[in-house]
């Protein structure tokens, strides 16, 4: 089974124009969670994890596929997950510090995301939820902060990082996915780039019915198990034909389910990646400053012979700052 997990740092916005239900984690509002590429979850996922339900869209909340971890005990201890403060582990250090910065000038780009998402009502929504009951611990969403990523990182070792995978979004690919990335190196055996997924949005969310049938394409199934069950060692025909059917079985989706159910000024596209092989190297450089971000992101990725298969959603077009 390919499980998604999704935590503090994965959903793009919260819209609190129209919020959601409030759910049991909330402690003040209950903003609507905005994803980077739902579709793109539900078609090739067989079941999403959520870290609780305030970072679950309205309208996915009752799916059978979805699990709130912290309210069906899927939740694991996280009460001594915590870093040091980055930017002052950084700030001495010339090029650590142009890295952050450059991360954080996502907000550069901000209406232009919004746009990509499909979001076009209501006042802008903000990168961030308010604050969050986690069993004994409070939290906070915020697609922008690296510290939720490295918190998310270590919920996803907790479970166990082939039982699901951490689902990123166009914001943190900025920081774990470039080649002059200084605090992450890896090298991997393959990118399986899933290219024109279609995604739809609406005021309660991304969720349409229509999504179900297409979940219960044959390609789309068969690529699911397929992708838990490779090797280590990748054929590349493999992976072009596996990335042929799979995206044939998505345009099939779109053009025969989605186009009759969907108005076309509501949805957009996005691309799904999934990292799959061999993690030859990961560390962070500067360890003497910031140990335990270095201990944590090494411990995920294991050096020798673990695959990492880490989903990483990209939206379309989205120009760097």
Excluded at 21 to 37: E, F, M, R, Y
Excluded at 233 to 255: G, H, P, T, W
């Amino acid at each position: 089974m390919r499980i998604a997990y999704v935590g503090l740092s994965t959903p793009l916005f919260y819209d609190y124009h129209f919020s959601a239900s409030k759910s049991p984690a909330d402690v003040s509002s209950s903003p609507n969670p905005i994803l980077d590429s739902p579709f793109g979850m539900m078609l090739l996922f067989d079941e999403i994890w959520f870290l609780c339900r305030s970072l679950c869209p309205e309208n996915m909340r009752n799916l059978s596929y979805v699990r709130f971890m912290d309210e069906q005990g899927l939740l694991p201890d996280i009460k001594d997950i915590e870093f040091p403060n980055l930017y002052e582990s950084i700030k001495d250090d010339e090029l650590l510090l142009a890295k952050y910065n450059a991360f954080h000038d996502v907000f550069k780009m901000y209406e232009e995301s919004l746009k990509s998402v499909g979001y076009i009502w209501g006042r802008w929504p903000d990168n961030h939820s308010h604050s969050l009951k986690l069993g004994s611990v409070k939290k906070s969403a915020n697609s922008v902060n690296i510290n939720n990523i490295l918190f998310d990182i270590e919920v996803v070792k907790m479970l166990g990082k082939n039982k699901v995978e951490l689902i990123t979004n166009s914001f943190s690919q900025r920081w774990l996915q470039t080649e002059s990335n200084p605090f992450l190196q890896s090298h991997v055996a393959e990118l399986l780039v899933i290219n024109n997924i279609p995604n739809y949005l609406s005021t309660k969310g991304p969720y349409h019915p229509c999504i179900e049938e297409a979940r219960e394409n044959t390609y789309l199934k068969d690529f699911r198990k397929w992708i838990v069950e490779q090797k280590l060692i990748f054929d590349q025909k493999d992976l072009i034909d596996m990335k042929r059917a799979v995206e044939s079985a998505i345009q099939e989706s779109q053009d025969n389910i989605f186009l009759k159910y969907l108005d076309k000024k509501t949805m957009y596209k996005s691309i799904g990646k999934t990292l799959a092989g061999t993690v030859m190297d990961a560390f962070v450089p500067g360890v003497s400053t910031i140990t335990t971000i270095a201990e944590e992101i090494s411990s995920y990725f294991d050096k020798g012979s673990t695959r990492w298969q880490g989903f990483i959603v990209s939206m379309r077009k989205i120009k760097k700052a």
